[in-house]
C-alpha cells in the first residue's frame, strides 16, 4: 500500500507551504529546483518543518485543505505539536491520519 503524506515547508521570509506528496524528500528536492509550486518559486523552501501520514490520497487533501484554512499562528502550533482543531472529519490514530471509523466498521473490527 501506498502511504501519502501532507507536509509544511519553511520558506523565504517565514512563510509556510503546505503540500501532498507520496515521497516528501522527493518532493522537496523538486521545489528546491525550481520544479515545484509557483508559491515555492516564489519563496524558495529552507527546509521541511514536519510531515505527516495519511491513510490514502484523500485523506491526504482532506488535511491539505483543513490545515490551509488554518491561521499562521495556528499552523505554527501544529508544526510544535500542540492540538488544534482541524475543520476536517479526520482523526490521528497511531500516528497515522485517517477518516473515523464509523460505529458499524468498529462492531466489526472489535
Known amino acids: 500500500m501506498t502511504s501519502w503524506f501532507v507536509y509544511i515547508l519553511n520558506c523565504r521570509g517565514g512563510r509556510l507551504y503546505t503540500g501532498v506528496a507520496l515521497d516528501v524528500?522527493?518532493?522537496?528536492?523538486?521545489?528546491?529546483?525550481?520544479?515545484?509550486a509557483r508559491f515555492t518559486r516564489a519563496f524558495p523552501p529552507d527546509s521541511i518543518l514536519v510531515s505527516w501520514c495519511c491513510a490514502n490520497r484523500?485523506?491526504?487533501l482532506q488535511l491539505?485543505?483543513?490545515i490551509k484554512q488554518l491561521s499562521a499562528p495556528q499552523k505554527q502550533a501544529l508544526i510544535a505539536g500542540q492540538s488544534v482543531k482541524l475543520s476536517s472529519q479526520l482523526v490521528l490514530e497511531h500516528g497515522v491520519w485517517c477518516e473515523p471509523c464509523s460505529a458499524i466498521e468498529a462492531e466489526c473490527i472489535s
Open 64 to 66: 491539505e485543505y483543513a
Open 25 to 36: 524528500e522527493r518532493r522537496f528536492a523538486q521545489h528546491l529546483a525550481g520544479k515545484g
Open 58 to 60: 484523500r485523506v491526504a
